[in-house]
């Protein structure tokens, strides 16, 4: 981290919310840490003003979790949230899969071939991050060729719950096999294979969720939290 203490009056809300998504990318600040204002606001030494619209941002992009009352902290996901997010999204990806085949051309699949490019990119490099937000980001595009924005917002918001945990519990093999799963799904799709689709779109999801070990990414480590954001 840079020297917060001496030289962070200046750094935008923009800056610390990005400060702060890095710690937590890094593993630094676990699922479950609380974000206290006061703490926040003597690491970066700015107003507890700017640190809440820090914490906002970061909310809005489902890392952390603002509690009425209580504060903020970095999501977390329990096993049973875990499994209702996957029992919903097999509802809605079934019917994504079939309404896919049915509507997607030549140019979705250009799109499509190009993000599971990308995906395969991520892969090789171990971009932890990255990958997460592509495997996610799949689903995500199929809603979005199909034209479904309501579907495509609702995608967006499940798949982030998800994301995080991904991100640090997923093995490289799982993520591997996640993105092969996608392309078999498209080979199906391409091949005007609906029922295949589905088929394949639901073991994926179940794959997923058995990938991401939600037990165990809920140990707490109970670091300072100044020290945690500190950290080289």
Do not use: W
């Not at 071939?113 to 495997?135: F, I, M």
Request: charged share 25%; hydrophobic share 45%; glycine share 4%.
């Amino acid at each position: 981290m840079p020297e917060h203490a001496t030289s962070a009056a200046s750094n935008s809300s923009e800056e610390i919310a990005a400060d702060i998504a890095a710690a937590i990318i890094g593993r630094r600040l676990p699922p479950g840490t609380k974000l206290k204002e006061e703490a926040l606001a003597r690491v970066y030494s700015v107003s507890r003003t700017k640190i809440r619209a820090a914490l906002l941002m970061l909310s809005k992009d489902e890392l952390i979790e603002i509690i009425p009352e209580k504060g903020a902290c970095v999501c977390k996901l329990s096993e049973r949230e875990a499994r209702e997010i996957f029992a919903v999204r097999r509802t809605l990806e079934a019917g994504l899969a079939r309404d896919f085949v049915a509507v997607a051309n030549t140019d979705d699949y250009r799109r499509i071939d190009t993000h599971l490019a990308l995906e395969r990119q991520a892969l090789l490099q171990n971009d932890l991050p990255l990958r997460a937000r592509l495997l996610g980001e799949f689903h995500i595009l199929l809603a979005d060729i199909v034209g479904n924005l309501v579907l495509k917002e609702i995608l967006r918001k499940l798949t982030a719950r998800t994301s995080l945990i991904a991100m640090h519990q997923q093995s490289s093999e799982d993520a591997t096999c996640s993105s092969d799963e996608h392309a078999l799904f498209i080979e199906a799709a391409r091949a005007g294979d609906a029922d295949a689709a589905v088929n394949i779109m639901l073991h994926h999801l179940d794959h997923v969720l058995k990938a991401l070990h939600v037990d165990g990414a809920q140990s707490i480590d109970k670091k300072d939290l100044v020290q945690a954001l500190l950290a080289a």
